[in-house]
């Protein structure tokens, strides 16, 4: 394969992510079906391998923040049922004064999580485009913050056992 095919697709796989924004789970589809086809070639291979490393763990990171926010919702909300700040009517709700929801735990929490997931978001789409561009360029990127589901099949996992192989060690 010419070297800029192969660049090509490894760029491909980068940015086939951002398919998830029309295609439920696509960050995930798209690139496996790339890096499944072509995965006799060594970089594309690696350039597969990291992409859904990295998806998987902007995921699972995604997911977390999700129930940390439901969680923190949930318990915290309760104490907003208490402050007799609040009005509620049939049509809406009012404030007293609406300068104290600012020290509210509950409008904080969120705001850290909201902040945190626009980060997460941020992370993801510098990450992938830098990918991309290194990819299309014909060289290796390693995301940052990637949790390693995907371990390369280059590597030999039979050197963490041979230190646990008697048999392996003696010497005759």
Known sequence: MPSND????????????????????????????????????????????????????????????????????????????HIEEFYISNNSISVAEPFQLINSPLLIFLLVILILALGLFLLDLICTFTGTIRAGEGKEYRYPLSIKFISSPHQSSSSKNEQFNPNKNQVI
Do not use: C, M
């Open 6 to 81: 192969k660049n090509l697709l490894a760029a491909a796989t980068h940015f086939s992510t951002f398919s998830k924004y029309f295609i439920p789970f696509g960050q995930f589809i798209l690139p496996l079906i790339i890096w499944i086809s072509k995965r006799d070639n060594k970089f594309i291979e690696q350039n597969g391998r990291e992409t859904i490393n990295f998806q998987l763990s902007v995921f699972i990171y995604f997911i977390i923040l999700t129930f940390l926010a439901l969680s923190g919702a949930l318990i915290l909300g309760f104490s907003f049922a």
